[in-house]
């Protein structure tokens, strides 16, 4: 089996490699090689963590594979006029990778399997939490600039932000959400699952502040945001990662 990837560098200083195939599944590192390298034993994980749920057999005979990038793609920053700028320009945008693989529509199974991604994600997620008190949520912690529940509105709101790329949000603003953190993330998931079925077969390409969206784009990038903060969240409770 050919596993394609595609690399993504210049993303918070770090390069990610995405198997294009798999949404949820990418390694990163802080560099292109070392992202590369990473990728069979992150593959390998994500089949693990696939596997272990009902409904996720559709990886039980994945077998041998290979590796192969496809394609690169290096992130810059644009000012509102759309002019490449430094990163701590005014007023500076980052503008993301969009692979030629995120112009292709999503296929109805792959609207349900993706269903089921996020429901697996978001599971791990208040599983990471579970059980803190409200001191230890709102603790803070040496070097980091969020606290566990400031974590988590982090990801209510990247999910309500990818959303309203494809004009997704029905009108609703961020900041009409209510404040606390975990009914934002039940009113965003809501959301989510609304409006994913629908993009079943959509061919819509959006281009908001320099950048390009897809809901291929949008199921990769909010499958990698959510788990990436799972990760963050174990690290920060105990020093490891889930």
């Not at 992202?35 to 990886?59: D, E, K, N």
Request: proline share 5%; aromatic share 10%; with cysteine.
């Amino acid at each position: 089996m050919i596993l394609k990837i595609a690399l993504e560098n210049g993303i918070d200083h770090r390069s990610i490699a995405w198997a294009l195939d798999y949404p949820g599944c990418c390694a990163d590192g802080p560099d292109a090689s070392t992202a590369i390298v990473s990728m069979p034993q992150a593959f390998l994980i994500y089949c693990s963590w696939v596997g272990r749920h009902p409904g996720g057999s559709w990886l039980a005979d994945v077998g041998d594979f290979n590796v192969r990038l496809v394609e690169t793609q290096q992130n810059c920053f644009v000012n509102q006029d759309m002019d490449v700028v430094a990163e701590d320009g005014p007023d500076s945008i980052e503008v993301e990778a969009f692979f030629r693989h995120d112009w292709k529509p999503l296929s109805a199974q792959e609207i349900q399997r993706g269903l089921l991604l996020f429901r697996w994600s978001r599971a791990d997620l208040l599983a990471a939490v579970d059980g803190l008190t409200p001191a230890e949520l709102d603790a803070a912690h040496p070097g980091e600039r969020r606290s566990i529940r400031a974590v988590l509105g982090h990801v209510a709101h990247s999910e309500w932000w990818y959303l309203e790329r494809l004009g997704l949000t029905a009108g609703q603003t961020f900041a009409t959400l209510p404040p606390d953190p975990f009914e934002q993330l039940a009113g965003e998931r809501v959301r989510l699952e609304e409006v994913f079925p629908g993009l079943a077969g959509s061919r819509q390409v959006s281009g908001v502040d320099g950048e390009l969206w897809s809901p291929r784009k949008l199921l990769r990038y909010a499958l990698w945001h959510e788990r990436d903060h799972v990760r963050h969240i174990y690290q920060l409770r105990f020093g490891q990662t889930a």
